[in-house]
């Protein structure tokens, strides 16, 4: 089975080297230095990440130095050594360089990077996806379509034509409905909206 969180990573690795650091992405207030510091925090310094900082709030705001302080060194790396570092991911050592773990925690994430660099260019156009990998990208959905920020939303049916269908909270008295290629209910789930190529009724 192809690693395709392997080939999404090289694939934005090649990208970023191709934009350089000042290029726009989907990501608000991103340029592509702020999302490849934000890749490389997750995959080498995951302790520094803001979402592990949960509790009193002196805790909080020591994660948050810890963040800042971490993003304050990568920045200043050159910009093909940071790039290098995206391509590379994770320690040898380190669970997330497993590939089990890579293909379950990294499809999805580094598939919506890639397309958060590829659509704020103009004249961006869809990819063709290999049927493969709109498979695994349908696995991805699933548990994002279960999401508070998804069920907060009211029932909603989430439907992959030659997929499935999920059904997120009760859906007997009517619901919306959210249709696409799994490729790009991806990119909804993830709150790319606005550049998600999908159906959306009640």
């Given at each position: 089975m192809?690693?395709?969180?392997?080939?999404?990573?090289?694939?934005?690795?090649?990208l970023?080297?191709?934009?350089g650091?000042?290029?726009?992405?989907?990501?608000?207030g991103?340029?592509?230095?702020?999302l490849?510091?934000?890749?490389v925090?997750?995959d080498?310094y995951?302790?520094?990440?803001?979402?592990?900082?949960?509790g009193?709030?002196?805790?909080?705001e020591?994660?948050?130095?810890?963040?800042a302080?971490?993003?304050?060194?990568?920045?200043?790396?050159p910009?093909?050594?940071?790039?290098?570092?995206v391509?590379?991911?994770?320690?040898?050592?380190?669970?997330?360089?497993?590939?089990?773990?890579?293909?379950?925690?990294?499809?999805g994430?580094?598939?919506?990077?890639?397309?958060?660099i590829?659509?704020?260019?103009?004249?961006?156009?869809?990819?063709?996806?290999?049927?493969?990998f709109?498979?695994?990208?349908?696995?991805v959905?699933?548990?994002?379509?279960?999401?508070?920020s998804?069920?907060?939303?009211?029932p909603?049916i989430?439907?992959?034509?030659?997929?499935?269908?999920l059904?997120?909270?009760?859906?007997?008295?009517?619901?919306?409905?959210?249709?696409?290629?799994?490729?790009?209910?991806?990119?909804?789930?993830?709150?790319?909206?606005?550049?998600?190529?999908?159906?959306?009724?009640?």
């Amino acid at each position: 089975m192809t690693n395709f969180a392997r080939a999404e990573r090289l694939s934005v690795a090649a990208l970023l080297r191709e934009v350089g650091p000042d290029a726009p992405t989907l990501c608000e207030g991103w340029t592509t230095l702020d999302l490849a510091v934000h890749l490389v925090i997750r995959d080498r310094y995951p302790a520094a990440l803001p979402a592990n900082a949960s509790g009193k709030a002196g805790k909080v705001e020591f994660f948050a130095k810890r963040t800042a302080a971490r993003e304050a060194e990568l920045k200043d790396l050159p910009w093909d050594k940071l790039v290098g570092m995206v391509a590379a991911g994770p320690g040898v050592l380190s669970p997330m360089g497993w590939t089990p773990v890579d293909v379950l925690t990294n499809t999805g994430e580094f598939y919506v990077h890639h397309e958060d660099i590829r659509r704020a260019r103009k004249g961006w156009e869809p990819r063709n996806i290999l049927p493969e990998f709109e498979a695994q990208l349908w696995n991805v959905c699933k548990p994002l379509a279960h999401s508070p920020s998804v069920r907060k939303d009211g029932p909603l049916i989430v439907r992959a034509p030659g997929h499935g269908e999920l059904h997120v909270g009760n859906t007997d008295d009517g619901a919306a409905v959210l249709e696409g290629k799994p490729s790009e209910l991806v990119l909804f789930l993830f709150g790319r909206r606005d550049h998600a190529q999908v159906s959306l009724r009640s």
